[in-house]
């Protein structure tokens, strides 16, 4: 029991350092939770970008079966994302107002983290990056990611390399802007969706990346919902819209043609 000379719990997570970045700015009792939520919320999100990042190495050189295990932690980081706001939605409209305007101009929409996973899923928008020009080190690598391909590029040469038709202006695209539906491309998802045993590691791939956007649409929902019931329309913090920002965010599709191919099957 003695663990004066040996790592114990509390020293291996260095928990006195995680707990000492709890400080609320208020005395508002619901201001511990609203930190809480994203403290854990951002451990998630680096959870998520350290397995995508590893997983599109991976892709990157051809290898489809490991990603698919990365993916999938992927996916069950997300569910507990996701589930985060079921206990933020404790947190009334008059518990919120006890300290709102404590933080200033401090929004999750500055997530850096929350950013690089968008980023690395294809959703690019270079000026969604200005929040960060302040910080190099957070900036620099969310550049990179911007200029570099996404998971879903990554994908698109695997199909490339099988001898499927993707056109060299998807492949060689900027991949500074967000993705566009391309009529060859849904033709060679066809192909892989209506010969599953001949493409089955691409099949399987674009599934598991379908579980991937279907949860991050609904974590966004998630999102919405909450701060609909917390601040209805009011203008966000960091000065968004609120709630009429997060519901365009909904609108976004990142891989279209895996979507689309339901449609045309």
Known sequence: MDFSQRLSYGDYLRTDTLLSAHQPITQAHDEHLFITVHHVSELWLDLIIRELQAAMALLAAGVTDTPLKMLTRVVRAQEQLTDAWEVLKTMTPADYLEFRGAFGQASGFQSAGYRMVEVLLGNRNPTLLRPHEHRPDLHG?????????????????????????????????????????????????????????????????????????????????????????????????????????????????????????????
């Open 141 to 265: 690598p969310l550049l990179a990611a911007l200029h570099a391909p996404s998971v879903y590029d990554l994908t698109l040469h695997l199909l490339a390399a099988r001898g499927l038709n993707i056109p060299a202006e998807v492949l060689e695209r900027d991949f500074t802007q967000p993705p566009t539906e391309h009529p060859a491309v849904l033709d060679a998802w066809l192909t892989v969706y209506r010969d599953p045993e001949q493409y089955w590691d691409l099949y399987e791939l674009a599934e598991k990346l379908l579980d991937v956007e279907d949860n991050f649409r609904r974590w966004r929902f998630n999102h919405l919902t909450t701060v609909e019931r917390t601040i209805g329309f009011k203008t966000g913090s960091g000065g968004t819209s609120g709630a009429g920002y997060l519901r365009r965010a909904l609108s976004i599709v990142l891989f279209p043609e895996l979507w689309q191919v339901r449609t045309s099957l």
